[in-house]
């Protein structure tokens, strides 16, 4: 079916044609159907989708901006790669800031936020248990989202909005592979969290990241 049919069949949403374009060539990127350092090309990618090339274009350019795709001059769009330095970079600052998310969460949690995780932990670990990696996926953001809730600083979650997409690429091809660990390491987090161990939390929220990259620290 191509992106014109299913807008077609989604139009109670009223999706724009850009967004449907968005959904379609990030699933393929963090699925690695489409591998980084691997050209999107407009016309190729418009043919293949059944849409013109300006919703292509649009959507390659918010990609860009969540750091999944990379535009240069002359060589067009292609899938984000990162150098080993690189990779070690992005990962010891996601970490710490994860650490700090944590830290937070477990000074300033409340019975209502805590009662809400634990709803997402336990649809989490459901999921990871049947192996469902796309809405695992979506549940991982909003762990991680609703963790972020808790913590409360504002600052701190602009930026790690912008580091978790960067770092999306990175993390997707481990995470399929590691589902029911994710949730583990999860619930450990949240445990910590509960008993307002600032420390325990931060320490395992840091340990969390490492272990997603397969990377020491």
């Known amino acids: ?5 299913k807008e077609a069949t989604l139009g109670a949403a009223h999706s724009p044609l850009t967004t449907l374009v968005v959904e379609a060539l990030r699933d393929r990127i963090l699925s690695g159907a489409i591998p980084p350092g691997e050209r999107l090309v407009e016309s190729r990618l418009s043919e293949e989708l059944g849409v013109s090339r300006m919703p292509v274009r649009e959507a390659l350019r918010q990609l860009a901006s969540e750091g999944l795709v990379t535009i240069e001059p002359r060589r067009g769009a292609s899938v984000t790669s990162f150098s ?34 634990e709803k997402i932990l336990e649809e989490g670990a459901r999921l990871a248990a049947v192996g469902d990696p796309a809405t695992l996926m979506q549940m991982n953001q909003r762990f991680h989202d609703a963790l972020g809730s808790i913590a409360a600083n504002s600052v701190l979650q602009e930026i790690m909005r912008s580091l978790r997409d960067r770092t999306a690429l990175l993390f997707a091809p481990i995470n399929r592979t590691r589902g029911e660990q994710n949730w583990d390491e999860h619930a450990a987090i949240l445990r910590a969290v509960i008993k307002g161990d600032a420390e325990l939390a931060a320490l395992l929220a840091m340990r969390h990241v490492y272990n997603a990259a397969q990377m020491e620290p």
């Open 1 to 5: 079916m191509t992106l014109l049919k």
């Open 84 to 117: 080993p330095e690189q990779v070690r970079e992005l990962v010891e600052v996601r970490a710490t800031l994860e650490g700090l998310n944590a830290k937070l969460a477990a000074q300033r949690h409340d019975a209502r936020q805590i009662a809400e995780m």
